[in-house]
């Protein structure tokens, strides 16, 4: 399948959108359960307390002396179906170690018999600087969202160039779909601005219009500036030499 993708301010703006329309979307509650795979990011661990998403946090730990990968004694406490999702940064930061591939397997068995409705985070931004680099993404592309920054492969941090990726069938669209009634209709009321058929809108493009507090969802993503370099960088990849 394809991926849809939105180009955002870097990871920072992808971390940030995405936590406001999980909850925004009533994928996320206060009080929810999300497990993280630690070491990670120290942001991640302090956005999940802040009033406004009020998680609580399963930690996913994947000690040095295991070569930074999760043993499978953290992987079954993602068992529970209390975890509504795992997030996590691959390869590591601050450890710059990426999932092996049998961590990948374990992980990839674990959701695909036991846990189908588990939602996934993977921030992959130093993907390109690991040989052979895998991730979650392509092996779990219907629950996962995928963060990537072309900034900092490019060495141009402060442009803030940033992606965020969805696969077109996921699990985020088929869990919307089954919300509540009340929730949905309540959901109806914050998109029907956009379209006049709120529920067949894309997790994605919610994404988007939560990024701009829905109203200023015609001014979401980077500016021109920005736009153009992320363009040039994208051309020159594509270049053979």
Known sequence: GKFDLYAVEGGTAAMCYIFKSLKANR??????????????????????????YDLKVVNIEAPQENRFQFTDAEIEKLEDPKIKGLFIVNPGNPTGMALSNETIGKLTKLVKSKRPDLML?????????????????????????????????????????GVIAIH?????????????????????????????EPRKMKFIDRIVADSRDVGLNHTAGLSLPQQV?????????MMDA
């Open 27 to 52: 994928l996320l509650h206060p009080g929810d359960t999300i497990a993280l795979g630690t070491p990670i990011f120290t942001p991640y661990l302090e956005m999940t307390h802040l009033e406004d």
């Open 121 to 161: 985070l993977t921030d992959d931004v130093y993907g390109t600087f690991v040989d052979n680099f895998r991730s979650l993404l392509g092996e779990l592309p219907h629950n996962t969202i995928g963060v990537y920054s072309y900034s900092k492969y490019f060495g141009a941090t402060g442009w803030r160039l």
């Open 168 to 196: 077109e069938d996921n699990i985020f669209d088929k869990m919307i779909a089954k919300l509540p009634d009340a929730d949905v209709k309540a959901l109806d009321k914050r998109y029907s601005p956009l379209t006049l």
């Open 229 to 237: 370099m992320m363009s040039l960088f994208s051309l020159c990849e």
